[in-house]
């Protein structure tokens, strides 16, 4: 079992930015989980993908991070990071980390961003 525990949202204005963090606990090696990535879920809307990073640090962005989302990943920690500039109101959601650990996926409970115009 992997337990993913965010943190980092909160209200910022438009234009500013936040770094959001996904803590990965539980009884394995952090290694042993070869994918994590945040995704998001605005009112009314499914749940995209934001951007992911592998073990070997392969990144992937949803085209609406490109170019101001920053994902990062502490392996030793089992943790990843996502640094999030020029923020916009259609970045309101809540996020939610994901991590993928032999071929099971695993989610937290999220952390809401509001960004105010």
């Known amino acids: 079992q992997v337990q993913l525990v965010e943190s980092g949202g909160g209200l910022v204005q438009a234009g500013g930015s936040l770094i959001l963090s996904c803590a990965a606990s539980g009884n394995f090696l952090g290694a042993s989980i070869n994918l994590m990535g945040w995704f998001r879920q605005a009112p009314g809307k499914q749940r995209e993908l934001v951007a992911s990073i592998t073990i070997r640090g392969i990144t992937d962005y949803a085209d609406s991070a490109k170019g101001r989302f920053a994902i990062s990943r502490d392996v030793t920690k089992s943790t990843i990071y996502l640094r999030m500039n020029s923020l916009e109101p259609v970045d309101t959601a809540v996020y939610y980390c994901?991590?993928?650990?032999?071929?099971?996926?695993?989610w937290g409970k999220g952390t809401r961003v509001t960004v105010s115009s």
């Open positions: 994901q991590a993928t650990r032999l071929g099971v996926n695993y």
